[in-house]
Structures are given as structure tokens and as C-alpha cells.
């Protein structure tokens, strides 16, 4: 799947799923109950161990299933950028810019979506060919930031996260983002092992990504 269509299945869906877990096993867990929902792009985290190996399984699971997009998240250097893209990452997500893994992505043509906070970081990455910005974190702005930030970069593709919630996803939908990133507010169950509720809140983000998108129209 080359970069183009990673970005289109990002962008389509509305919605990543930040998969940050105790174990691997739970890692790959959460992941099936959120594609089960209906949230096709999952960011493994390299805060969970053995995340290489979560990223390479769930790769080889959903290989034949051209809608799921497996990424890494919390990558801080190329390094870990190159280890996560060999394990099977179609896409690098990382707290803050980091030039080499932007240099490192544009060579193997993977997306990286790199965390920003300010409009002098915005435009370094856009300068750098990133594609999709994930303003993070998101709950230290709110949703009316995305349009004070489109007034200078009104071609700038924003992803929010940190402060995602079903209350107010469909208000950073309605402000120009072309997706947003939930973690905490989507994957909470695990911690009880109520897996099938995580399936239901994806249901629930994805409906009110896909309302909100239509109110636009």
C-alpha cells in the first residue's frame, strides 16, 4: 500500500486509534475491537513493549484486508522509525518533529504525521514534506484552535490528539481536522477486559465523524 493510499485510508476513516496497552496481548486486543468497530487505522504505540512485534502480528493479520492501516506512534528518532517501517508500519506517528524521521519516511515514501504545537513547528514540518500535523496536545487548545491556525495555514492537514472525546470529536471534525487521534477516552475498558465496549465507542466515533463530516456539506 503506498503513501497515497495510507493517507487516503487515514483521512477516509476520520479516526486512529492510539493503542497504548500493559501487554502485547491486550495491545493486539484493543486493536481487533477497535477495527471491529469500524476504527481501521491503529498507532501502536512504542510505549508498549514489544510493540515491533505487536505491529508485525497485527500486519500479518490484516495483510489481506486492504481498509486496516497499521502504524507506529510515540516514535522519537529514525532509528525507532526504521525498526517500526521493517516490522511492518505503514505509517510513523511521533510526540514532536523530528527531521531525520521525516527525512528517513520521505525515503521509504511512509507518512509521517509528527506532534506540533506551534505554527513555527507547523511550517517546519510542512517544509519537510509531513502531510497530516497532529497537533498534540490537543486538550491544551480545544477544538476553536484549528481555526485560528488555518488562517495563516489554511492548507495544513490537522490531526488532534490528547482531549478527544465523543463529546466533542464532532466539533474538531466541523473546524477543518481531517481526522483526530484517541487513546485514553477510546481504549479505557481493556483495563477490565471489556473489550466489547471498546468495540462500541469505536462505533460511536465513527458515527459521529461521518455526522459531523455531512453537516459540512
Do not use: H
Not at 511521533?94 to 504545537?117: H, R, V, W
Request: aromatic fraction near 6%; proline fraction near 4%.
Amino acid at each position: 500500500m503506498n503513501k497515497l493510499n495510507v493517507l487516503q485510508k487515514i483521512t477516509d476513516c476520520g479516526i486512529v486509534a492510539v493503542v497504548r496497552a500493559e501487554s502485547k496481548d491486550q495491545a493486539i486486543q484493543i486493536s481487533k475491537a477497535c477495527i471491529k468497530g469500524g476504527i481501521s487505522s491503529i498507532e501502536i504505540t512504542f510505549t508498549v513493549q514489544g510493540a515491533t512485534e505487536i505491529i508485525e502480528e497485527l500486519s500479518l493479520i490484516y495483510q489481506g484486508d486492504n481498509n486496516v492501516v497499521i502504524g507506529a506512534g510515540t516514535v522519537l528518532d529514525a532509528t525507532t522509525a526504521r525498526m517500526a517501517i521493517l516490522a511492518g508500519a505503514q505509517y510513523i506517528v511521533s510526540p514532536a518533529f523530528d527531521e531525520e524521521t521525516a527525512k528517513l519516511c520521505n525515503l521509504y515514501q511512509i507518512p509521517y504525521i509528527p506532534g506540533c504545537m506551534t505554527i513555527t513547528e507547523m511550517k517546519l514540518a510542512l517544509v519537510s514534506g509531513v502531510d497530516i500535523i497532529k497537533l498534540f496536545p490537543g486538550n491544551a487548545f480545544g477544538p476553536e484552535f484549528i481555526k485560528a491556525v488555518k488562517a495563516p495555514l489554511p492548507q495544513v492537514n490537522l490531526m488532534p490528539t490528547g482531549g478527544v472525546s465523543l463529546d466533542n470529536v464532532d466539533q474538531w471534525i466541523k473546524n477543518g481536522c481531517v481526522a483526530v487521534g484517541v487513546g485514553g477516552n477510546l481504549v479505557a475498558p481493556a483495563q477490565t477486559g471489556d473489550f466489547d465496549k471498546i468495540t462500541d465507542y469505536a462505533r460511536q466515533y465513527v458515527e459521529k465523524v461521518k455526522n459531523a463530516r455531512e453537516a459540512l456539506i
